[in-house]
């Protein structure tokens, strides 16, 4: 069942950019030390991309380095996922979700609907 509502997702060019947002609820985000991001493309396994912290800090898995952040606005109980330099494989489906632990392990607590990101070459 949803808990965690993604938006912004689209189709662009490869090298293009998105950034993702995801509301939830304060109890959300008071409950849980990490928030992050999950995608799942067809056929595929699911995977971690990124979560942070509640002092800000982040992980990314490899793949994502240097072209992903991750950032979080407490006041506006907001998380955010600005995706650079895209590229064809990032296509899928991307979940934000809730851990106590990481969720860059790619098994969350909490996650919602997930929106499409579709990269073209």
């Known amino acids: 069942q949803a808990q965690l509502v993604a938006s912004g997702g689209g189709s662009v060019q490869a090298g293009g950019s998105l950034r993702l947002s995801c509301t939830a609820s304060r109890y959300t985000f008071s409950t849980y030390d990490f928030l992050g991001w999950f995608r799942q493309a067809p056929g595929k396994e699911r995977e971690g991309v990124a979560d942070?912290?509640?002092?800000?800090?982040?992980r990314y898995v490899d793949f994502v380095k240097g072209r992903f952040t991750v950032s979080r606005d407490n006041a506006k109980n907001t998380l955010y996922l600005q995706m650079d330099s895209l590229k064809p494989e990032d296509t899928a489906m991307y979940y934000c979700a809730a851990d106590p632990r990481t969720v860059v392990a790619g098994t969350p607590r909490a996650w919602g609907q997930g929106t499409q990101v579709t990269v073209s070459s």
């Open positions: 942070i912290g509640r002092d800000g800090s982040t």
